[in-house]
């Protein structure tokens, strides 16, 4: 499994496109292209390598990570893969606009057209990536685990020497904690950590290193 990051926002999302070689099928997590720049260059990396995007996912509904949602849904009619417990903040992307002071009064509700859970299975061509489920900083966050690419996609659960915030609607510190300890801290500790924010790093050092645990 093959992995490419992109920044975008004023949040620093970071946009991930993962896809398996032999067959180009691909999937695009967290899109936050915000100008016609950011949604060409993304555009312009799928047809170069002549990728086939077959899923838009995002690890939770919060507004940084859904901007580019419309761009990815037009441009290859994709449904959108997420977890339904986030459709309260995917309803009113709007007022979370408003939260951060930014006037984006037009935005469309975000719909979820597949319900992921833990445990569930997305395939790529000849590899799989896993739905772990990591409510905390959101009741709807998942993470993404390819046994085969060696790393995980953790939202905005897991970052390099921090945690999520849980301080926005539908935050729970004590359960986000439990979320790691149980669910991401259990993979292998040379799995490189892909968030959804910042530097990767990987399951062992955050296991050693990161100050909340």
Partial sequence: MKIQRFVYNMFGVNTYVIWDEPTGETAIIDPGMI?????????????????????????????????????????????????????????????????????????????????????????????SVEVIAVPGHSPGSIALYSPDGNFVITGDA??????????LPGGNHPQLIKSIKERLFSLPDNTVVYPGHGDQTTIGYEKKLNPFF
Avoid: C
Avoid at 158 to 167: M, W
């Fill in 35 to 127: 100008s016609a720049h950011d949604n060409s260059e993304i555009e312009n990396f799928i047809s170069t390598n002549r990728l086939k995007p077959r899923y838009l996912i995002n690890t939770h509904l919060h507004i940084d990570h859904t901007l580019g949602n419309e761009e990815i849904m037009n441009a290859y009619s994709l449904p959108l893969h997420a977890n339904s417990d986030d459709v309260f903040l995917g309803s009113n992307r709007s007022r979370q606009a408003e939260m951060f002071g930014l006037e984006m009064p037009s935005l469309p509700p975000v719909s979820v057209g597949h319900d992921l859970k833990n445990g569930d299975r997305l395939t790529l061509g000849e590899e």
């Fill in 158 to 167: 897991l970052f390099h020497g921090s945690i999520g915030r849980t301080d």
